[in-house]
């Protein structure tokens, strides 16, 4: 697995490739991220992405068809159970900042770490069925934060979702959860209790045990009885949202982010000292995120000329996906260009598809993606004070795009 730098070391330039550990040295692990956290990183879908750390998972513990893709098996020979676990908003590039308050984290990272990508839009929903799935968003539909449903005006959010519209037809794929059940492999997953039957959950998540946790202990200690309770195959799954919460509300590196940073170091210190001996550990996340400055906000409720032309608005403040009136493509283009200028990248759907940020899309999955999507640069955003929540337009920390420090996300691998 590709090494990452110590904490506070350079990252090394792009186009470095490190091999990985247990891998022959003349085989390479890929690309390192490069050294401009605003730098544009496309999803490495199909070998170094979000989507293959289940099917490589599944691999390990022998389910017929599953393919290793992240080459997992050389230095896990003889797993038998397998834990994962998702920090979410634990970014590659905010390694070296919780490197002061996180020793465990550090260390792994420092011994057993390799990027991933997470998926386009790089966003909590798409992101954890991206996981479950183990395919791209396009495949299984869930493609942003916020979403138009086809063929009406509703804006369905992801994390609200209550079953309607029904998950089994929103996201249609086979979960992983599943393949590793009919394969005879236990599963469980864990999370907090209030997320027990949600839409998202459903998408994401279905095909396992659901057991709630609330906190970092319950979620340790129910994550590691499930591990040993199994006598043949078996696969966990564990989640953990505070680091997110925390960057959103007072910002990356703000002292409750750094509190929420030493909770997830205990965590896995206690997550590695408990791993039976046949068991091995995966810690990855679903983005990064990054600080938007007051000055770095539009806001589209208030300027006049975003709203020409623009009938439904969707996705987030760092990824809008714009639905507009019949005709009027080419000329929201051309104004949002105009408006944010540098400040954001405005593609037409058909391009965004044909450049493969969502991979291959379904056509039923097509009309969910704007017509126009609008992909913030630098520490942008575009916000919208009056037709969304006003704690969205309040956050400090956001994620969605398509920048490094949003887009790629750690793999921590630790055997037992």
Known sequence: MTDLPPAGAPVPPAGTTVPPAGVPADRPAGPVPPADPLAVVSPR???????????????????????????????????RRVAVLLVDGLGWYQLPTAARYAPTLTGLAATVGRPLTSGFPS??????????????PGAHGVLGFTVRVP???????????NGD???????????????ARAAGVAVTVVSRPEYAGSGLTLAANRGGDYRGAAGVDALARTMLAALAAGTGPTLVSGYHPDLDRHGHLSGVDSAPWRIAV??????????????????????TADHGQLDVPAAHRFDLDTDLRLRAGVRVVAGEPRVRYLHVEPGAVDDVVATWSA??????????REEM???????????????????????????????????????????????GADTAAEMTVPLLVVRG
């Open 123 to 136: 966003t909590t929903p798409t992101s954890l069925v991206t996981l479950g799935a183990g395919t791209p």
């Open 151 to 161: 063929g009406t005006d509703r804006v369905l959010n992801h994390i609200d979702w």
């Open 339 to 348: 408006v944010l200028g540098p400040a954001a990248r405005v593609r037409t």
């Open 262 to 283: 030493a909770e997830v170091d205990g965590l896995l210190a206690r997550l590695v000292d408990g791993l039976p001996s046949d068991a091995a550990l995966l810690v």
């Open 45 to 79: 879908y199909g070998g170094g992405s979000l989507a293959d750390v289940l099917p490589s998972a599944l691999a390990v513990l022998g389910v017929p068809g599953a393919v290793d893709l992240l080459g997992l098996a050389p230095g896990l020979a003889g797993v």
């Open 353 to 399: 598809v044909a450049e493969g940020w969502f991979g291959p899309v379904g056509e039923d999955h097509l009309r969910r993606v704007g017509d126009v999507v609008v992909t913030c640069r630098d520490t942008y955003a575009v916000l919208a004070t009056r037709s969304e929540p006003p704690a969205a337009s309040r956050l400090v920390a956001y994620h």
């Open 165 to 179: 519209p029904d998950p089994l037809r929103w996201q249609p794929v086979r979960t992983q959860w599943q393949r």
